[in-house]
């Protein structure tokens, strides 16, 4: 059964504490992703990877890092720089990163509460 | 800066209806067009896509259509049923821009009975 993992669903963190979220992928897939939604602005892109050990800076990646030393594994560190880190974060993947465009597969999404 | 711009941010169509969302990009080098489905408390999925050399892709009930000149392309939901109830999102990558997605901020449809 292929899929996109985020673990967990919910999390909730105090002001100041840094945070890493969980992202797994049985897919073979190249390329993963994270992205930040907040209600009212769609998904915008923190980081993307196109293969392993190997990663960019999106849209919006001040406050955040990633790491990517496994092909299936891409986890996201909230850190106490990001100024409001209280979102839903989804994690995707496509089978590569080439000329041509490939669906991205979505995971359900990490609720991240922070207070 | 927002590059893809959607509208109407909420829709409330009848059982049976017509939905249509509505987006519009800037970027001329964009040249593929997703729509993502994504119901509460999940991720997105891909619903349906175009390239701009199509004015128009049919899959079942939905339809993108798309107008190059005017920069604008938009979903068709034909005989909405309260299961399309979602959240939907336009997107846009452009040439030899992999896969990063430039995605709009959303359209909340509630289908009625």
């Known amino acids: 059964d292929g899929g996109i993992t985020q673990s967990p669903k919910y999390l909730f963190r105090k002001e100041g504490q840094n945070v890493t979220l969980s992202c797994e992928q049985n897919?073979?897939?190249?390329?993963m992703y994270w992205y930040r939604q907040d209600p009212g602005q769609g998904l915008r892109l923190i980081y993307y990877s196109q293969i392993v050990n190997d990663f960019q800076k999106g849209d919006i990646a001040e406050g955040y890092s990633v790491s990517r030393e496994k092909k299936e594994s891409f986890p996201l560190t909230v850190t106490s720089a990001q100024k409001n880190p209280t979102a839903f974060y989804l994690c995707?993947?496509?089978?590569?990163?080439?000329?041509?465009?490939?669906?991205?597969?979505f995971g359900p999404g990490t609720r991240l509460t922070v207070t | 800066q927002q590059q893809v711009k959607q509208s109407p941010q909420s829709l409330i169509v009848q059982k049976g209806g017509i939905s249509i969302i509505n987006c519009a990009y800037e970027?001329?080098?964009?040249?593929?067009f997703p729509w993502y489905q994504q119901f509460p408390g999940k991720g997105p999925a891909l619903l349906i896509a175009?390239?701009?050399?199509?004015s128009e892709k049919k899959e079942g009930r939905f339809t993108i259509s798309f107008n190059k000149s005017a920069k604008q392309f938009s979903l068709h939901i034909m005989d909405s049923q309260p299961g399309d109830s979602a959240t939907y999102f336009c997107?846009?990558?452009?040439?030899?821009?992999?896969?990063?997605?430039?995605f709009g901020t959303g359209t909340q449809l509630k289908v009625e009975l």
């Open positions: 995707a993947s496509s089978i590569r990163w080439d000329r041509l465009v490939h669906e991205q597969y």
């Open positions: 897919l073979n897939h190249d390329a």
């Open positions: 970027n001329t080098a964009f040249d593929y």
């Open positions: 997107a846009a990558s452009p040439t030899g821009g992999g896969n990063k997605l430039t």
């Open positions: 175009i390239r701009p050399d199509v």
